[in-house]
């Protein structure tokens, strides 16, 4: 049946996308991959003679590979916030919920969130956190403070808190995805069994849940390790990612060869955490997907 | 159902790439009008510091020719630069370049020559600003002068009531999480001058050594902690004030301005250790697909009644002197129209750092805290 | 006890997840200049300032035009190669399929700056239409994995009675697969728009003079004007909300 197809109609169908995804996607790719191997003139523009300079500065000085190592961190404690903060959820609708309209709700309400602009999201931490913002007036109006906190917006802290907002429904989906296809029987054997509520969860539910929680926890890692505007909106004087360094690289220092190496680093990171996280979750899927 | 389902996708892309498409027809057959509606239904589009396009003194041009004034503005030097030079190419006329940068985008051929001849008031301008030799080359003019101003003490004198002496307020362990300063390697130059490397040579700032830059990321770190954020925008310190999130910056004479009208209580000084300051031009892109009007736009902005309609929302200091009779009191004192000297004593304008590169690197390690 | 411990903490989450949109909804409707609380008075005055603001308005029909045009090309290239995805093994397939997906596996600074470096080399100027480029190559790994397990369900006797009557694979692919998968293609458009509406990294780097509107609220939110933005960030939110109930009603139909 496939025969009937020729291979004109196969390049008819395929082809637009082939060129168009080596044209807009491959090529610049390579090209910063190039770009990353030149070097930049005082003036900012690139001088195209081959040199490793800009990876030798990422990896000796501070600036760049400490600032790269704080950003995995922070990454990392997203990651684990997102998970703490999804674990308790996605279990209750998985496991404690029995109608199925409350069910797909429940789940709905969780998904609703990622469809919300980021800008939105992430401005909404503003008003909270702010001086005058919410959390400032209810603790005064309430007499647990007596002067506004001042610390709370424009620190680390806000930037990590409105990303892990926002990462939240990335960590929650294929977490509630994954405990939703442990099969009930298991937890009544072991119940049965004798196993109380907190065994049971940490010696089945979790074991069974971990291939969507470490792809969930991936998405957390790899999107905070992307993002340059939660550290620019809320963040305070100390907060700077690395991505916010390519950022500047290219949109004020006007240094490209520079940032196209901190980018392909980026990169490079990311490929690798993805690999092991891959390897991770093929290791403990104890179920097919269906 | 399908089939109609088909020619509707179909359809729309044709017809809005149509309208796309008769737009342009109409700019072209328009070409053999009039002056005044040769460019009707034009755009002109300006890159520039924040209120450099209000629509206070923009609208009237807009009006007269029947074409819109944009402005995009933008945050720091380095930023105009990089956007003249990342492939932004055709898409901004006007450009409102600082002393900094303007002889480097002048020598990196991103402007073109203006003819001063148009300008009818070109010879009016501040005769002091119209020497200067750095948007010169030969016989072409590449700028025409504009505004300039302070990089200001900016404070709330609700919250600090005395007049501060020194920018060491900043370092007052009372303002601590209450001070701002601009995301730019303008800090540098302002430690420098709290350091008093520029008491014999006020090019000393922006050639500094290992040593002295050394000195000056020590201070900047000292500083760090007394931050609350580093501002990237006007309309962002104004925000920070506002909110009573800071009540002490480096800023402009806009901040003031505009906050003082919603009723806030600011003020602005230079102290004793001197403060940096700015000079801006007006250029016209090398690829400007509206010269002539972007000719025509200097030669309007530069009239004095419309002069002091841009200090009136900027209170900067502008280069027509004429302007003053369109000007309250209260405006010519707060933009020295009177004594359009005063700032050239008390400032140490902005040159071209030769070393931008390690400036930039070295604010960048500030603010990533990496000793 | 246990039950209120477990229903309590699922609460608190949702809690946390709604909170800070339904903060802005609230706060849209302040009088005031600043976001202070408690709010103090109340009224539409930030509502009226959104509909008077030309700028505003204009990155809006910048961002529906941009989504537009990047959804129907997306739709356009993608869909066939999706199908032949699908119904062709030939060689480098798996690459295509990793190398379409990569827009949405690695971080968007690095895409947007690698197209910020690369596309005015091959004569695309930064503007709205380099914009629509970038937006175009992420949404292509949206329609890929949106469409591929929709023709993975589709029945291949259908085809084969295209082919029985005489049809062409070319007539059999726009007039019978096509329209059956249409629902899906639906869908997939409407997470296109909504996705390239609020697409940043890439844009940020695209953009030359014309706004869209996450950048135009990201620039507004660092000038300060805040609580215009509580107005936009509403009527954003319940759009969000409408699409997001039409697309569910348009994957609920694919699966029956």
Partial sequence: MTTAYSNRAKAFLLLPMVVWLIAFLLLPYVFIFAQSLMKSDAFGNVVVEFTAESYIKIFTSKLYYATLLKTLMMSCLVAVSCVIISLPLCYFIAFKVQSESRKTMLYTLIVLPFWVSYIVRAYSWKIILGQFGILNGFLLTTGLITEPLEIILYSDFATIICLVYILTPFVAIPMYTALEQIPKSLVEAAKDLGAGSLTTFFRIIIPLGLPGIISGATFALVLTMGDFLAPILLGGPNTLFISNIVQNLFGTSNDKPLGSAVGIVILALIVLVLEVSTYFEKKYSSFKSS | MRRKFLTLLLAIPAVMLFSCSSEKKDAAASANKPDSLKYKGATLNILCWEGYADEKFTKAFADKYGVTVKGTYFGSSDELVSKLQGGGGSSYDIISPSCDVASYIVDAGLVQPIDPTKISEFNNLSELLRNMTDVKRGNDVFGMPFTWGPDYLVYNADEIKEEPKSWNLFFDPKYKGKISVWDDISNIYLMGQILGLDKTDKAALYNMNDEQLKQVKEKLMKLKPQIRKFWATAGELDNLFKNKEVVAAVGWPITPATLNKQGMNLKATIPQEGATGWIDRLMITKNSPNKELAMLYLDFISKPENMAKVAEVTTYSIAHQGAKQFMSPELQELTYINNMTYYHERLNFWQYVKERKKYNELWNEVKSGVQ | ?256
């Fill in chain 3, 1 to 256: 006890m246990r039950r209120i411990f477990t229903t309590g903490s699922a609460a608190l989450v949702l809690a946390f997840i709604y909170l800070p949109l339904l903060t802005i909804i609230w706060y849209s409707f302040s009088a005031e200049s600043v976001n202070s609380f408690p709010i103090k008075a109340y009224s539409l005055e930030w509502y009226k300032v959104m509909a008077n603001d030309e700028s505003l308005l204009r990155a809006v029909g910048n961002s529906l035009r941009v989504a537009f045009f990047s959804t129907v090309i997306a739709l356009f290239i993608g869909v066939p190669a999706t199908f032949a995805l699908h119904k062709f093994d030939f060689i480098g397939k798996k690459l295509l399929e990793r190398i379409v997906l990569m827009p949405i596996t690695l971080p968007g600074i690095v895409t947007g700056v690698a197209m910020l470096s690369f596309f005015p080399k091959i004569g695309v100027e930064l503007s709205l239409v380099a914009v629509g480029i970038g937006h175009i190559t992420f949404l292509l790994a949206i329609v890929v994995t949106q469409l591929l397990s929709r023709f993975k369900r589709l029945d291949p006797n259908l085809e084969q009675a295209a082919y029985d009557l005489g049809a062409t694979p070319l007539t059999t692919f726009f007039t019978v697969i096509i329209p059956n998968i249409r629902t899906a293609i639906i869908g997939a458009a409407l997470l296109c728009l909504v996705l390239s509406m609020d697409e940043i990294p890439v844009t940020f780097f695209l953009i030359a003079r014309d706004n869209t509107l996450p950048i135009e609220i990201y620039g507004m939110m660092r000038r300060g004007i805040t609580p215009e933005v509580n107005a936009i960030s509403t009527l954003i939110f319940l759009a969000t909300i409408v699409i997001l109930i039409l697309s569910l009603r348009f994957s609920r139909k694919t699966n029956d």
